[in-house]
């Protein structure tokens, strides 16, 4: 066995002759298990990849800046003239080909295995790199650069015959290959004459041969993701694009507790050098619950089942008292915030944040999002372990706590850190809390409870429409008694509390329209926050806006923006937070499922229906 110094650094041979890093951005490629995951940018580098799960330690960041060459598992071209990628259809398995100046050509397959073996899913935290020369024969060369400790680790270095060992003080990687050990040491370039292995992982020793597992693994994870999309009920129209969201928002499931992140990265700026970044791979009720709405649509309920059970424990630790808005995905409560100073962040666009304050906010429109969570579980008969009485008490503790504080100040759906309101958007969850509630009741056969819960809906309901509404806007307002407009009360038609068509919701959509949009594009709101007035549109907000459209039956304009959101993806199919309206370049945090839940609700909606073709 070999070891090398921890601050050994391969020697580069004619560095010249390998294009340099291309500039960050948000044209990458996700891989996953639905244990951990990795970014992938067009040459094939994986530039983010946390260890042991969505919001461990970014073994390779080279996406938030860094060392020259560190942080990074790249697999380059010499003489590289282009590259271009998509995904296997209806997997999650991504390929890469990189050409060089002479027409030679690679392909780089990468995926994380998921199947299912032996009565459950295999799922390890494994990323596999499969390359093989598909034209003449090219010269590459591989640089693994894990760092730990969010960059400020070097790991030590150890080798066998067919494996290397990057060893830390935190988790250790193994490297298991079939290609030169030497050259994968080096950095030096070699031919590649035939196909290539790369399995990066635990520590652990394979069963079967390098070769042959991948080639396995490859196949199984396949077959399990065109079974997986095969089950879906999608839309006539737009299919492909509801696919790759949704299997997007399978791969933000942290399939051992059921929690499903916000997001994979961290302090993504959501417009350029505004500091306006935070750390998204934590899992918020509010998202987690549009996450779980949008593929219960598709007939993927199998999400629900699972979320619900994270969704449990976090109701009974609180009990019966305050939930916090967000919590780690192994039902974490503390999330301390904190600079990380080892990286300068996404084109030096720092600072780049670890963990979120937000975990300490009071948030109540969390109520509405656990209710209307687990509905559909009373509801259902499908599901394997249907809600049932016992659920219910559960709940009604929460809908307790939406009465009590329905009426009170709050940080609101946008996390405000320095201005408390009655937020209108926090109060409409609360009413959405009672009146599921009492949809539940009627369900399990409970009169009194469904009165009960009845009047307390249609007390909150009055008051909204009252105190929301801004005669000086002729709009509902983002707080009670405010006239400032923001998009989050375009969530009043589409968790049923008003009538779609009733002319309050109308004008209010025309104000919003008239003060917040760039465009197609919606911004959050119009006052000026922590960070002075958002600059950028976020995408969930243009997509509410599309759903509103098409309600009122302004369909064709509705169509048409989501015709333009769709072009706001980037080549793969995926969508961060925001959107800027001027250039058009993607934003904030990556994939954002928010923005994913988007274009499943929007093509669900517009679709013509399957009997106007069969």
């Given at each position: 066995m070999t070891t090398l110094s921890p601050t050994a650094t391969p020697s580069l041979q004619e560095p010249s002759r390998f294009a340099p890093p291309a500039q960050a951005s948000?044209?990458?490629?996700?891989?996953?298990?639905?244990?951990?995951?990795?970014?992938?940018?067009?040459r094939g580098r994986v530039v983010w990849c946390c260890l042991p799960r969505f919001d461990g330690d970014p073994v390779?960041?080279?996406?938030?800046?860094?060392?020259?060459?560190?942080?990074?598992?790249?697999?380059?071209?010499?003489?590289?003239?282009?590259?271009?990628?998509?995904?296997?259809?209806?997997?999650a398995v991504l390929e890469t080909e990189l050409t060089d100046r002479h027409g030679q050509r690679v392909l780089i397959t990468d995926f994380a295995p998921r199947f299912p073996s032996?009565?459950?899913?295999?799922?390890?935290?494994?990323?596999?790199?499969?390359?093989?020369?598909?034209?003449?024969?090219?010269?590459?060369?591989?640089?693994?650069?894990?760092?730990?400790?969010?960059?400020?680790?070097?790991?030590?270095?150890?080798?066998?015959?067919?494996?290397?060992?990057?060893?830390?003080e935190q988790q250790t990687l193994r490297l298991q290959t079939d290609a030169g050990i030497t050259h994968v040491l080096s950095g030096h370039p070699f031919l590649l004459t035939h196909e290539s292995n790369f399995l990066l992982g635990p520590d652990e020793t394979l069963e079967g041969g390098v070769g042959e597992t991948a080639r396995r693994f490859e196949q199984e994870t396949i077959a399990y993701w065109r079974h997986w999309s095969q089950r879906l009920a999608v839309p006539l129209e737009w299919q492909d694009a509801v696919i790759r969201a949704a299997i997007t928002l399978k791969l933000s499931v942290f399939e051992d507790t059921g929690a499903i992140v916000a997001a994979m990265t961290t302090s993504i700026p959501e417009a350029p050098h505004s500091q306006r970044n935070w750390d998204y791979r934590y899992c918020w009720l509010r998202d987690a619950f549009f996450v779980v709405r949008a593929l219960n649509s598709l007939a993927e309920v199998g999400t629900m089942e699972d979320?619900?059970?994270?969704?449990?424990?976090?109701?009974?630790?609180?009990?019966?008292?305050?939930?916090?808005?967000?919590?780690?995905?192994?039902?974490?409560?503390?999330?301390?915030?904190?600079?990380?100073?080892?990286?300068?962040?996404?084109?030096?666009?720092?600072?780049?944040?670890?963990?979120?304050?937000?975990?300490?906010?009071?948030?109540?429109?969390?109520?509405?999002?656990?209710?209307?969570?687990?509905?559909?579980?009373?509801?259902?008969?499908?599901?394997?372990?249907?809600?049932?009485?016992?659920?219910?008490?559960?709940?009604?503790?929460?809908?307790?706590?939406?009465?009590?504080?329905?009426?009170?100040?709050?940080?609101?759906?946008?996390?405000?850190?320095?201005?408390?309101?009655?937020?209108?958007?926090?109060a409409l969850m609360c009413w959405a809390a009672c009146d599921r509630l009492a949809k539940i009741a009627r369900t399990l056969g409970l009169p009194e409870r469904e009165a009960h819960w009845s009047e307390h809906a249609r007390a909150m309901r009055e008051r909204i429409l009252r105190e929301s509404w801004s005669e000086?806007?002729?709009?509902?307002?983002?707080?009670?008694?405010?006239?400032?407009?923001?998009?989050?009360?375009?969530?009043?038609?589409?968790?049923?509390?008003?009538?779609?068509?009733?002319?309050?919701?109308?004008a209010t959509l025309d104000a919003l329209e008239t003060q917040l949009c760039d465009g197609p594009y919606m911004r959050r709101y119009e006052a000026a926050d922590d960070f002075g007035k958002p600059e950028t549109a976020f995408n969930i907000c243009t997509f509410w806006r599309i759903d509103a459209l098409a309600r009122v039956g302004r369909v064709a304009e509705a169509r048409s923006i989501f015709e333009t959101m769709l072009q706001a993806r980037n080549s793969l199919g995926l969508l961060s937070e925001d959107t800027h309206p001027v250039t058009g370049e993607m934003w904030g945090n990556y994939p954002q499922t928010y923005s994913m839940v988007g274009i499943i609700n929007a093509a669900v909606r517009l679709s013509a229906a399957w009997d106007t073709v069969i």
């Amino acid at each position: 066995m070999t070891t090398l110094s921890p601050t050994a650094t391969p020697s580069l041979q004619e560095p010249s002759r390998f294009a340099p890093p291309a500039q960050a951005s948000l044209s990458l490629g996700v891989v996953g298990n639905c244990a951990f995951s990795a970014l992938i940018d067009p040459r094939g580098r994986v530039v983010w990849c946390c260890l042991p799960r969505f919001d461990g330690d970014p073994v390779f960041h080279a996406l938030l800046g860094g060392e020259d060459d560190a942080g990074t598992f790249a697999i380059e071209i010499e003489d590289f003239a282009s590259s271009r990628q998509r995904y296997i259809p209806n997997t999650a398995v991504l390929e890469t080909e990189l050409t060089d100046r002479h027409g030679q050509r690679v392909l780089i397959t990468d995926f994380a295995p998921r199947f299912p073996s032996r009565g459950r899913f295999f799922r390890p935290t494994m990323l596999v790199r499969r390359i093989r020369p598909l034209e003449g024969t090219p010269r590459i060369r591989v640089r693994l650069t894990p760092r730990y400790g969010w960059g400020a680790q070097c790991p030590t270095i150890t080798s066998g015959s067919n494996h290397i060992r990057y060893v830390g003080e935190q988790q250790t990687l193994r490297l298991q290959t079939d290609a030169g050990i030497t050259h994968v040491l080096s950095g030096h370039p070699f031919l590649l004459t035939h196909e290539s292995n790369f399995l990066l992982g635990p520590d652990e020793t394979l069963e079967g041969g390098v070769g042959e597992t991948a080639r396995r693994f490859e196949q199984e994870t396949i077959a399990y993701w065109r079974h997986w999309s095969q089950r879906l009920a999608v839309p006539l129209e737009w299919q492909d694009a509801v696919i790759r969201a949704a299997i997007t928002l399978k791969l933000s499931v942290f399939e051992d507790t059921g929690a499903i992140v916000a997001a994979m990265t961290t302090s993504i700026p959501e417009a350029p050098h505004s500091q306006r970044n935070w750390d998204y791979r934590y899992c918020w009720l509010r998202d987690a619950f549009f996450v779980v709405r949008a593929l219960n649509s598709l007939a993927e309920v199998g999400t629900m089942e699972d979320y619900l059970g994270w969704l449990t424990n976090a109701v009974v630790g609180a009990n019966g008292g305050h939930v916090q808005p967000l919590f780690g995905i192994g039902l974490e409560r503390d999330l301390p915030e904190r600079i990380c100073e080892n990286l300068p962040g996404y084109r030096d666009m720092g600072p780049v944040r670890v963990g979120n304050q937000a975990h300490e906010h009071f948030q109540h429109d969390v109520y509405g999002n656990i209710v209307l969570a687990a509905s559909q579980a009373f509801h259902d008969r499908r599901l394997l372990h249907p809600a049932g009485l016992a659920d219910f008490r559960r709940l009604e503790a929460v809908g307790d706590k939406a009465v009590a504080i329905f009426d009170q100040p709050d940080a609101g759906m946008w996390e405000l850190r320095t201005r408390a309101r009655v937020h209108t958007s926090s109060a409409l969850m609360c009413w959405a809390a009672c009146d599921r509630l009492a949809k539940i009741a009627r369900t399990l056969g409970l009169p009194e409870r469904e009165a009960h819960w009845s009047e307390h809906a249609r007390a909150m309901r009055e008051r909204i429409l009252r105190e929301s509404w801004s005669e000086k806007r002729q709009a509902f307002a983002e707080s009670f008694g405010g006239h400032d407009l923001d998009a989050s009360v375009l969530l009043m038609a589409e968790v049923g509390f008003i009538d779609p068509m009733d002319p309050r919701f109308i004008a209010t959509l025309d104000a919003l329209e008239t003060q917040l949009c760039d465009g197609p594009y919606m911004r959050r709101y119009e006052a000026a926050d922590d960070f002075g007035k958002p600059e950028t549109a976020f995408n969930i907000c243009t997509f509410w806006r599309i759903d509103a459209l098409a309600r009122v039956g302004r369909v064709a304009e509705a169509r048409s923006i989501f015709e333009t959101m769709l072009q706001a993806r980037n080549s793969l199919g995926l969508l961060s937070e925001d959107t800027h309206p001027v250039t058009g370049e993607m934003w904030g945090n990556y994939p954002q499922t928010y923005s994913m839940v988007g274009i499943i609700n929007a093509a669900v909606r517009l679709s013509a229906a399957w009997d106007t073709v069969i």
